[in-house]
């Protein structure tokens, strides 16, 4: 095995061992569970919810689909939250912290439904993911389950808690969670918190896989690249498959799972109270690259591919920046050793239980790039 990508190792997690604080959990809980028919909640009875990270791109998505549904929104943002994206919506504001308890309480008060997209998808350590996606998850779950009718709790994922895929095996909900990187542990480790309080309050997790769509900055760069130069950077020698879900779908899925999807339990089978998010099984990068350049008027685009030596070498320069600067960089070993696999997960459950239908990855890319267009963000 080549020594320059990590295998990752089965984790062995535990949800009845509390993981010390900085320290990976040493056991991967057992079991979810679906349960009866009071923890569904009915359309009708979805009148006002709480988003976590709504002033955020995912965020955006969601409060605009809840607000077209006559959906009463109330947003949990800090105090320097921008509110640019939601003035064209009438949402509810409350500024709050997820490790300040009495904000989240008030936050929480009278919602029939908590959607947490809230998230830290950058940092300088585990620590400091943690703090965010496990301890920020499971505060706030701690104050919704106290209340004297605990709210539906829908906790937004990742595939990354999940871990990388095999060829040609897109990760199921069943499979054993695998996840090599610090952001993947820590999302992991909040699902786990959440799992503790599933037997008095409803809640399900929803993995996505890349989430694209109108105001995302994270994948703006790709349809710059392509837009400007006509190429499409590939890691590796090989093709990698991932798995892309537009927010506007991603945001039905999560309304679905709210009003009638799977609970958590540890008494039942793995995978059960959680969804894969995905168009489909998986495209690859150059398959993406020409799409986008379909959208912004390239001709063609070419495949640039990046050797696996080239992309570890350039993590370690920005590890040595992240290590200096003490800030998060967009590239760093952890992020560089993931790009090396497949990532892709299977939308079949979601397809089946909840009718999730999401629109084509053709035309959402399309849509994207327009609005890219339109906002003067692609110049």
């Given at each position: ?27 991967f809980f057992q079991q979810f569970w ?271 591919r990046c050797p696996p030596r080239g ?23 952890e992020k560089a050793c993931e790009s ?40």
């Open positions: 095995m080549n020594k320059l990508f990590p295998v990752a190792k089965k984790p062995v997690l535990n949800c009845c061992e509390k993981p010390k604080s900085g320290v990976q959990p040493t056991r679906y349960k009866k028919e009071s923890q569904f909640l009915r359309s009708e009875n979805m009148k006002k919810v709480l988003i976590t990270g709504g002033s955020g791109f995912i965020g955006y998505h969601l409060v605009r689909r809840l607000c077209q549904k006559n959906v009463a929104v109330r947003c949990l943002v800090r105090q320097t939250s921008s509110r640019t994206l939601l003035q064209p919506f009438e949402v509810e504001y409350h500024v709050g912290e997820l490790n300040d308890a009495e904000s989240l309480r008030q936050a929480v008060d009278g919602c029939d439904a908590v959607f947490h997209a809230a998230g830290l998808v950058r940092a300088k350590n585990y620590q400091e993911f943690e703090n965010v996606n496990r301890f920020g998850t499971e505060n706030l779950a701690q104050v919704a389950v106290e209340c004297a009718s605990p709210p539906v709790f829908v906790s937004i994922s990742s595939l990354s808690a999940a871990g990388y895929s095999e060829p040609n095996q897109p990760r199921q909900e069943s499979d054993p969670p695998m996840p090599i990187s610090n952001y993947g542990k820590s999302k992991l480790a909040g699902e786990i918190a959440l799992l503790s309080f599933a037997k008095k309050m409803p809640c399900t997790i929803v993995r996505p896989g890349i989430v694209f769509g109108e105001a995302d900055k994270m994948n703006l760069t790709l349809f710059k690249i392509v837009k400007k130069w006509g190429v499409c950077p590939l890691p590796g020698y090989r093709d990698k498959y991932y798995s892309w879900i537009h927010a506007a779908d991603l945001s039905e899925l999560l309304i679905a799972a709210a009003e009638r999807g799977e609970r958590l339990d540890p008494n039942q089978p793995m995978g059960t109270g959680i969804y894969f998010a995905a168009s489909d099984a998986g495209r690859t990068m150059a398959e993406i690259g020409r799409l986008i350049g379909q959208s912004v008027g390239r001709k063609r685009v070419w495949a640039m992309i570890l070498a350039a993590s370690v320069l920005y590890e040595a920046v992240k290590w200096w600067s003490g800030k998060p960089q967009p590239l760093d070993w090396l696999h497949h990532w892709t997960c299977s939308p079949e459950k979601a397809r089946t239980q909840l009718n999730f239908s999401p629109q084509p990855i053709e035309e959402r890319i399309n849509q994207t790039a327009q609005w890219f267009l339109e906002n003067g963000w692609l110049v």
